[in-house]
Structures are given as C-alpha cells and as structure tokens.
C-alpha cells in the first residue's frame, strides 16, 4: 500500500500531521490555485507545504518579499476568479494592513483566505498582538479552530464561504494549533483549476473616493448577512445543560480546554457550552439563547477580551440581567492552559480543584533556581557570532573618538541573529520590527552622537530594509547599514528569497545582490566582506562607520546548518579546532567570554572544544590572546 | 478503548525530540489511536529547552499536557526533564537519560549545572517511579550517537504501559530512515527496551 502523504486523495483516511500541515490540506482539498507569503512563525510550514506539491497539484506557490505583496498576489488571483490565500504570522499581517483594509471593500470573486498566525505568549514573536481586532476593523469574518482537525475544515470551507458571501474570509491560527500535532480525516481533494479572467470594473476596483463612498455600503451589507449566516455554521455549537447556572463562552481553541477542565472538574453536566468557531461576527442568536438561560457567564479566549466585549454589548442590548466575566478570571497575557481554564471555572462554580495547584507552584519555585540557564543560542560556526564580534570591535574604535563615555549603538532586526542581544554578544540595542533597525537607526542619526550601526539579514534586508536605506540616503542620517547575508532566512527554516537565486517551487531566479541595490540606491560607501576573514571584516566595518553618510557593509558567509547540511552531501570531512593545554591559559577565558560558541566548553578547569559541535569555522582561533587553538589537521 | 495516555518528551534542540513524537504519533494513528501533541521550540534554533507532547486517547481535546497529568515522561536531558517536574504525579513513570548537555552559559559562569544526584534527589518528590539508563553509550553500541533519540524510544515501550503495539512503532522507524541506517536505529531501539526492561524488572 502507498503511504498516505498531505496530497493523498483519499477522503476518509486518517493522517497524522502538524496543524500547518492541516490548514494547507484544507486549502488542497478547496482546491487553492494560487497561494502567497512570507515566513515567519508560528506560519511558515503552511507555505512549505503547498510548496512541496505545488506543481503536482497545479498550483501557483510563491513565497513573496513580504507580507503586503504575499496578500496583494493572493488578492489579484481572486479578482480574477481564482481560489486564493495568503499566509503570515501575526504580525506580517501588520505589513500587509494597507491593502487588507480596502480588500474588505473589494470583497472577493475566487475565494479568497488570509491565514493569521497569532502567537499567544509571543514565543517567537515581538508581540501577543490578537488578530481579531484587525479583522473587525476590516469588516473580515474570521474563522477560529478549536483544533487542527477542524483549522482543516475550516479553511476548505472558507473558500467556499468567500465566493458565497464574495468577502475575504481571515482564519485565525494561534501556535497551538499551526504547532499542534493530531490525526485528522482527510477530505476529498477539489481538482476544479479555473481560467484566470480580469475584467476592467472602475467602480469595483479603482479606489478613489467615489468607490470608497460606493463600496462601504456594499461591504457592511455583506457583512450584514455573514452575520445571519453564521448561527447556523456547524463551528459555532450551543450545548444548554438542564438547569445550569453557569455558561461558558469558548472561542477557538479554549474550546479544547474547556472541554478538558470540566470533565477534570467532573461538572460535564452542570454547564452549558457556547462553543465559538466564528468570534467575527459572533453567532448572535446562540449568544442570546445562552444569555437567557444561565445566571452567569464565562468568556474563554486566548489574548484579548474580543469575544467578551461584544456578549457584553449583546446582554446591554437585550437587558439581560447576567454577570458576565473573562478577563476578570482568565489571563490577558499568554498561552491559555487547561489549568488556567480549570480554576476560572472552578472559582465561579466552587468546585474542588482536581489537582493541589498551590503545591505544584511551590515545587517549582523550589525547582527553578536548580536547573541551568539554556537559552537559544547562535549555532557553532554561525557566521553572525563573527559580524558581531567586528562590529564591536570596530565600533568601539570609533567610540573613543567620540569621547570616553560613548558607546556605538546597535539597532538591531528580526532573524537568528537577534540572539545576539544574549551574552557574551551583548550586541543588539533594540529589536522593534521587520527592518526597524535600518528605521530606527535613521532616526537616532538625527538626535543622538555616537557610532551608530544597525545590522538586519539579507531576507530581512528584502522584506523591509530598502526603504529605510533610501531614506538613509535622502536624508544624510550618518549611520552604518550591515547586511548580515548567510543567503537563508535561517530562522525560519532556509526558505528560498530574492538572494537565494531560486524560488518556492524550485525553479532558477535572478540572485539579487544587496550590494548591487545598495549601490543603486545612491550608497556612496559599499564593501563585501566574508566575517570569518575577522580583521578584514573589522577594518572594513570600521572605515564604514568613519565614512562621513550612510554606509554599507554586506557581511557574506552562508548559514552553518546549510555549510554543513551540503558538506555532508559532499561527503566532505569538517576538520575540527582543539586547544593546545600546554598553551592555553586556563584563566584567560578569551574565547568564551567573546564569542560563547557552544563548542567550546570548560571541563575540569581546563577550556576545550567539543569536536562533536565544531565546524571548523577557526574564528576562535583566530581572536585567542595565546595562539593555542589548532587546526586538527593530520 | 484508551481514554487519555499522555507523554511528555523533554530535551534540547538537536537531541531529536520532535522527531520521537513524530515517530510516535504515526505508530497511534497505524494503530487506530487518537492523537493530540504540541511542540515548543524556544525560538526554533539549536540549543535551547524543547518540549513535546503526544497524548493518546478518545477524551484527550488540548494539545499540552495538564500539569500533573503527564503518564510518562522521557528525558532526553536531565536538567530538561527536572525543568518539567510539575507535570509528574506520583503515579508517574519517569525515563531518564543521564547524560547532561551543558548550556553555554555554565561556561561563561552565568548559570550553575546541578548535579545528577541534586536533580535524582529531587524528581521523587513528584515521581515514584524514575529509571535511568545512558542512552548515549546505548546509542554508541548501536552504531551512532545520533539514535539516542531512538535508544530512549525503545526504553519508552519496554515499559509495555504505553497503547502502540511494539512492531507498529518499529515498522514506523523502518519506513521513516533511509534503508542504510534503519538497522542501526532498529539496533538502538532493541538496546534501550532491553536495557530498560532489564531495570524495570
């Protein structure tokens, strides 16, 4: 038997797959023809996914230069009749607001989907920003799973719900479901591929005042029957128990969590349930059916109260004499848990927790200060540790030129290398947004004096990092620009971009040179350099920061995983460093404390290098005081 | 009918965690089994703490374990699997791997590793029942230090606690490794049931 994959037609059969994986089958099964986007976590994999079998299935399958472009792709597609989607993280959809909002009015003709990828507890992320109220503004529908079972129902049926209602329809993901892992049932997969037809529609499609003025009605009548539709959506399930007191309002995947916590609790019978799959607009006639047969309400919903304040408006409205609570009880900050969701009920229907909570506190706070500091850190050989560790040291150069109490001030950028703001690099200042160190830095040229370098990656660079070096140009804002280019966006997973010199679906692209568009942009001072030539790199970095205007490095050297990944394919052998003893000083310390490889441990007192880990990328050897790191040749 | 099996793998990036879950899911699914997990990645780079979840069962819904509610839990990594103590009940099965990966911090004199005896002194306060085995040298024996991950597997299931049949799980591994280095890993798994079930008894 052939082993089922994401592509498998075969409707019934079950498959074990992370809800990423899910959310792109149901796009599969839609029958998707064109879909867009931009990596970032906790979305990326959607992408991949339909990537990986593009061409297969016949799809068109890009990753974009950012989010805005991701969702214009996807919007243009279903002008022209064809089902299409974008895909981002939380807050790519903040790139992507511009034409997202004037989308609502356009509405849509191929179904047309945006997925956003929340990041409750911002595990990877700047923010917890909660995607709901961008939605709202817009006049989207949002669909919200309570599983990945269901993040696979949902987004094939929110192509069909767009073309029904001709709106854009947002699927709202949060980590633990594009992150979540489970079996689902797969559906049947639609082989329908559409013609693409533009047709010329002014009043539909030029937006300047007069359409604006024509088209918001439209959209809020549109919206006006989404809002009808949704009571009889099977995602949106009320569940009245005899003679409860207590309903609970749970949105998404609360959903799951609810569940659990009242079986924990033993109250399954006790409560009734609202179970929420489309909190934009919410289901106003169950919310109301609920309100009229409890005392008191929960609201359960991960980030902010959205679902709360509106069943609040809706009980105002209808002068229901209900106490309704939610982020009275139920944590605004982080992750939901189902112990968070087991205490908030528990507390409203004073029940006996299952579990002695306060005990599990304590031995954890008797547990933490025992277990070792492990954060994520820069991979051995990684060739960011080396662009950090030269622009210190060039930098701090400069810096006493500017006077003894002067540090260099370093702007820094969404990518791996923000985990040098940990020790021993110390080397990031701020970190705001995609290309905000390019932005900020412009603006700290103007109102502060001292070395000011600011360093993004080369997809970062791509995404959002040309205008903020124009403006650096216009402007005359005095600052140094490196371009920290290992040709992946690494963090991510290696997605191919601009630079790479290929695209989603494999075929060959024109490799863009940051350099080149540098140059372009009227940048009097470019250099390449290769980081892990160190006193080069310093010397360059250092001549860009005394360069009087805006100054480019690009420090080139690709990403250690991929080095190794393609030395293996080329069965080539990587030599390792070690420490000479007789050499070495054991108190000296230099190698650790500058560069914090993961590599290079203590033992015994005596500072080694694990060859297991090194890569031989010798930049440690190339900074130790005593010469006592060697090349393991033989 | 299973109603709730939960497993909590903890370790760091690069000890291959996401992949036993992966390995252990497919099995349930094979098997007929429900399956719910979720993974955290710290920021998705090497090195740092990784969990995962896999929970078998008909009345399993969220994709994290409730506190407490951990049926066993595998440590990839001592510190890792006492960092994730309050998931134990004294019902608990816990399998440990005694080989420490340091952080880099230790180094740079920031954070402080605890001892082996410190971290098995303070798991039975939530746990009965703790096994240790070095996976590591299991591994070696078996032909590569790369199928810890594998060797620990073994361990999980000569516990015979666990819903999956034994051959499903191994078969899941033939299918998943590329045909050259499947026996080796078939190998490890072998090893670390037996040397586990060896110390069970």
């Not at chain 1, 099964?29 to 879909?35: F, H, L, P, R, T």
């Not at chain 1, 309570?146 to 709202?172: G, N, P, T, Y």
């Not at chain 1, 040229?445 to 990092?465: E, N, R, W």
């Not at chain 2, 024996?141 to 191994?170: D, Y």
């Amino acid at each position: 038997m052939k082993e089922l994959t994401i592509s498998s037609d075969a409707p019934g059969e079950r498959l074990f797959v992370l809800g990423n994986e899910a959310i792109a089958r149901g796009a599969i099964e839609a029958g998707v023809q064109v879909a867009a986007a931009y990596p970032g976590t906790p979305s990326s994999e959607i992408l991949e996914t339909l990537a990986g079998v593009a061409k297969e299935l016949d799809m068109y399958v890009e990753w974009s230069t950012n989010e805005k472009v991701a969702f214009e792709v996807a919007l243009a597609a279903s002008i022209c009749g064809i089902r299409a989607m974008a895909s981002m993280k939380h807050v790519g959809v903040n790139v992507a607001h511009d034409p997202l909002i004037t989308a609502g009015y356009i509405g849509a003709k191929g179904g047309l989907v945006l997925v956003s990828a929340d990041d409750p507890w911002a595990w990877s992320s700047q923010n917890e920003q909660d995607n709901r109220y961008i939605a709202l503004q817009g006049y989207i529908p949002v669909l919200e799973p309570s599983s990945v079972q269901e993040a696979k129902d949902m987004m094939a049926d929110a192509f069909k719900l767009s073309e029904e209602f001709r709106h854009l329809f947002m699927l709202r993901s949060v980590t633990r479901i594009g992150h979540a892992r489970s079996d689902i049932v797969l559906g049947k997969i639609s082989r329908e591929r559409r013609k693409g037809q533009f047709t010329k529609d002014r009043t539909w499609l030029v937006y300047t005042p007069r359409e604006a003025r024509i088209n918001k009605p439209l959209m809020l009548e549109r919206f006006e029957k989404i809002k009808k539709r949704v009571n009889t959506l099977v995602y949106n399930q009320l569940k009245l128990a005899d003679r409860a007191r207590l309903g609970i309002i749970a949105c998404g995947l609360s959903y799951s969590y609810t569940l659990e916590a009242v079986k924990w609790l033993g109250i399954e019978d006790k409560v009734s349930i609202l179970k929420i799959g489309t909190p934009n607009p919410l289901p106003e006639e169950l919310v109301i059916k609920l309100l009229k047969s409890v005392k008191e309400i929960l609201v359960v919903e991960e980030l902010e109260p959205f679902v709360e304040l509106h069943v609040k408006a809706i009980a105002g409205e209808h002068n229901t004499p209900v106490k309704i609570h939610g982020k009275d009880l139920v944590p605004v900050v982080g992750e939901l848990s189902t112990r968070r969701v087991t205490e908030a009920i528990a507390h409203l229907t004073k029940s006996k927790l299952p579990v002695d909570f306060a005990q599990l506190d304590k031995l954890e706070q008797e547990t933490v200060p025992l277990l070792p500091w492990r954060p994520p850190a820069l991979c051995p050989g990684c060739s960011h540790r080396a662009s950090h560790y030269a622009i210190r040291v060039a930098s701090r150069r400069v810096a006493r030129d500017y006077g003894q109490e002067v540090e260099p001030i370093y702007p820094g950028d969404i990518g791996c290398y923000s985990l040098a703001y940990n020790p021993p690099q110390e080397a990031v200042d701020t970190i705001i947004c995609m290309g905000g160190s390019f932005g900020i830095a412009n603006g700290l040229a103007h109102v502060v004096d001292a070395p000011i370098v600011a360093h993004l990656g080369d997809s970062t660079f791509f995404h959002a990092g040309i205008p903020p070096l124009i403006n650096a140009v216009y402007n005359k804002a005095n600052i140094t620009m490196v371009i920290l280019d290992n040709s992946a966006t690494a963090m991510t997973g290696f997605q191919p971009h601009p630079g790479t010199g290929y695209t989603a679906m494999g075929d060959e692209a024109i490799q863009l040179k940051p350099e080149d568009i540098a140059k372009a942009c009227g940048v009097k001072f470019v250099e390449v350099v290769d980081p892990f030539d160190l006193k080069k790199a310093t010397e360059t970095i250092e001549k860009a920061i005394r360069f009087d205007g805006p100054a480019v490095v690009v420090s080139r050297r690709l990403c250690a995983m991929i080095e190794q990944r393609e030395k293996r394919k080329r069965k080539e052998k990587v030599i390792p460093y070690y420490i000479d003893q007789d050499k070495c000083s054991p108190k000296c310390n230099a190698c650790i404390e500058l560069l914090g490889c993961p590599a290079i441990i203590k033992q015994d007192g005596k500072t080694i290098i694990d060859s297991s880990l090194c890569t031989g990328c010798g930049i440690c050897a190339q900074i130790c005081p005593y010469k006592a790191i060697i090349e393991e040749r033989e | 009918m299973i109603k709730e099996f939960n497993i909590l793998i903890t370790g760091v990036g690069g000890q291959g965690v996401i992949l036993m879950s992966e390995l252990l899911g497919k099995s349930a699914v094979k098997d007929g089994l429900k399956v719910r997990g979720s993974e955290i990645l710290g920021m998705a780079v090497r090195g740092g703490s990784v969990t995962s979840a896999i929970r078998i069962g008909d009345e399993v819904y969220g994709p994290l374990i409730p506190l407490g509610k951990c049926d066993i839990l595998i440590g990839m990594e001592p510190s890792e699997a006492l960092r994730n103590i309050t998931y134990l009940s004294k019902s608990s099965l816990v399998i440990l791997n005694t080989v420490a990966t340091v952080p880099f911090t230790v180094s740079l004199g920031q954070s402080k590793y605890p001892g082996l005896d410190e971290i098995l002194g303070k798991l039975p306060q939530a746990s009965d029942r703790v096994i240790k085995l070095d996976a590591a040298q299991l591994a070696q024996q078996a032909g590569s230090l790369l199928t810890t991950n594998i060797v620990m597997l073994g361990a999980l299931f000569s516990t015979e606690q666990l819903p999956i049949n034994t051959e499903t799980i191994k078969e899941t591994i033939r299918a998943r490794f590329p045909a050259k280095v499947a026996p080796v890993n078939i190998k490890a798994f072998d090893l670390g049931y037996e040397v586990c079930r060896q110390a069970v008894k």
